[in-house]
T-cell receptor, first 114, second 112 residues
């Protein structure tokens, strides 16, 4: 039943490691997003994809590489993890833009880099 | 980047009172607005939305007001309940941008 699901929910890793977060939506949406939420709860967009194509890359370091194998999936791979990457990462999806509807969010992945 | 210098404002209200949460949005070209509720350990959840051709929209116990002249959005919650305790965000969308821009959020605390 879960509309937007992301795994894992928690991720603790050492600096310098490479990790991936997976996201899947079963809503039939065309557009998917990655957001980063910092310790002050500020939500900032990182990437958006429409029909598997990258639309937005909001000045995210190229250590972050999203991949969309199909419209229902948008994964996030992070290389050479740094302490400052610690945050909660949210995947979201929405209908194509001409249909004005809200974005649906996953439960988040809390990434802790030690 | 990080929200350096910003803090999460808190609104404390007595149970049963009405709550008003305000938001200033950034882009005068934004044409769609959403209020989200985020409970601890969860993702943002949709509460109510409004398009720029409207100035008021009502839902169940919630009302959103839009003032495009001053780029201001508000969320009114009637008869606030303990379950309303959460962080509330406004978000704006501008057609063609493929993104929702979030405000800084307000923490609502409901006092018994």
């Amino acid at each position: 039943d879960t509309a937007v699901s992301q795994t894992p929910k928690y991720l603790v890793t050492q600096m310098g490691n490479d990790k991936s977060i997976k996201c899947e939506q079963n809503l039939g949406h065309d557009t998917m997003y990655w957001y980063k939420q910092d310790s002050k709860k500020f939500l900032k967009i990182m990437f958006s994809y429409n029909n598997k194509e990258l639309i937005i890359n909001e000045t995210v370091p190229n250590r972050f590489s999203p991949k969309s194998p199909d419209k229902a999936h948008l994964n996030l791979h992070i290389n050479s993890l740094e302490l400052g990457d610690s945050a909660v990462y949210f995947c979201a999806s929405s209908h194509k833009e001409v249909v004005k509807t809200e974005a649906f969010f996953g439960q988040g992945t809390r990434l802790t880099v030690v | 980047g990080e929200s350096v210098g910003l803090h999460l404002p808190t609104l404390s209200v007595q149970e049963g009172d009405n709550s008003i949460i305000n938001c200033a949005y950034s882009n005068s070209a934004s044409d769609y607005f959403i209020w989200y509720k985020q409970e601890s350990g969860k993702g943002p959840q949709f509460i109510i939305d409004i398009r720029s051709n409207m100035d008021k929209r009502q839902g169940q116990r919630v009302t959103v007001l839009l003032n495009k002249t001053v780029k201001h959005l508000s969320l009114q919650i009637a008869a606030t309940q303990p379950g309303d305790s959460a962080v509330y965000f406004c978000a704006e969308n501008t057609s063609g941008t493929y993104k929702y821009i979030f405000g800084t959020g307000t923490r609502l605390k409901v006092l018994a």
